[in-house]
T-cell receptor
Framework: EAQVTQNPRYLITVTGKKLTVTCSQN?????MSWYRQDPGLGLRQIYY???????DKGDVPEGYKVSRKEKRNFPLILESPSPNQTSLYFC??????????????FGEGSRLTVL | AQKVTQAQTEISVVEKEDVTLDCVYE???????LFWYKQPPSGELVFLIR??????QNEISGRYSWNFQKSTSSFNFTITASQVVDSAVYFC?????????????FGSGTKLNVKP
């Protein structure tokens, strides 16, 4: 089954404790991206990756890091989480956003709480 | 400035009513894509439609229809004869050629409540 898998789905952590949210897709997609969803703000793009070793900032990259060492994986790293990073996070992938079938496929979301 | 505006925060209708969700976008590009996604109470995001800026034909898919009007920078979504299963948050989104379509801008979403 074609899917985007995120882990963990739920996490409560404390300020400053480094954490990684993993994202993996099995559709051989070139493009992957991360979003955070906050009430009243919709989804905001954090980072995206056009291919292995190629990443760029979205609208809200501060406090986050990403890496794309393999095509299927695109982890989101919070080096020193703060309470304002409490949010619902979504990973998404696409064959290629400019292609005919360029829609985003989303993971199920990861709810992160930073105390 | 918001690139995608969904002014309706929440809408409540009774089953079988028609409902239109508004989406207004802002871009200087002539080439762009517009999207609608559905987020049901279970939380996942479901793709509904993608439209490119050169195709202003309205689209109909079952009870769903989309009205794309470049003159008013709008891409509105209508559900005909709404059903309880249509209850969800709906997001409109934009990607632009200037960023090779890699950047996505989402509206704040419209929560639709369909009551039996």
């Amino acid at each position: 089954e074609a899917q985007v898998t995120q882990n963990p789905r739920y996490l409560i952590t404390v300020t400053g404790k480094k954490l990684t949210v993993t994202c993996s897709q099995n559709m051989n997609h070139e493009y992957m991206s991360w979003y955070r969803q906050d009430p009243g703000l919709g989804l905001r793009q954090i980072y995206y990756s056009m291919n292995v070793e190629v990443t760029d900032k979205g609208d809200v990259p501060e406090g986050y890091k990403v890496s794309r060492k393999e095509k299927r994986n695109f982890p989101l790293i919070l080096e020193s989480p703060s309470p304002n990073q409490t949010s619902l996070y979504f990973c998404a992938s696409s064959l290629s956003p400019g292609a005919v079938a360029g829609e985003l496929f989303f993971g199920e979301g990861s709810r992160l709480t930073v105390l | 400035a918001q690139k995608v505006t969904q002014a309706q925060t929440e809408i409540s209708v009774v089953e079988k009513e028609d409902v239109t969700l508004d989406c207004v976008y802002e871009t200087r590009d002539t080439t762009y894509y517009l999207f609608w996604y559905k987020q049901p109470p279970s939380g996942e995001l479901v793709f509904l439609i993608r439209r490119n800026s050169f195709d202003e034909q309205n689209e109909i898919s079952g009870r769903y229809s989309w009205n794309f009007q470049k003159s008013t920078s709008s891409f509105n979504f209508t559900i005909t004869a709404s059903q309880v299963v249509d209850s969800a948050v709906y997001f409109c989104a934009l990607s632009e050629a200037r960023h090779n379509f890699n950047k996505f801008y989402f509206g704040s979403g419209t929560k639709l409540n369909v009551k039996p």
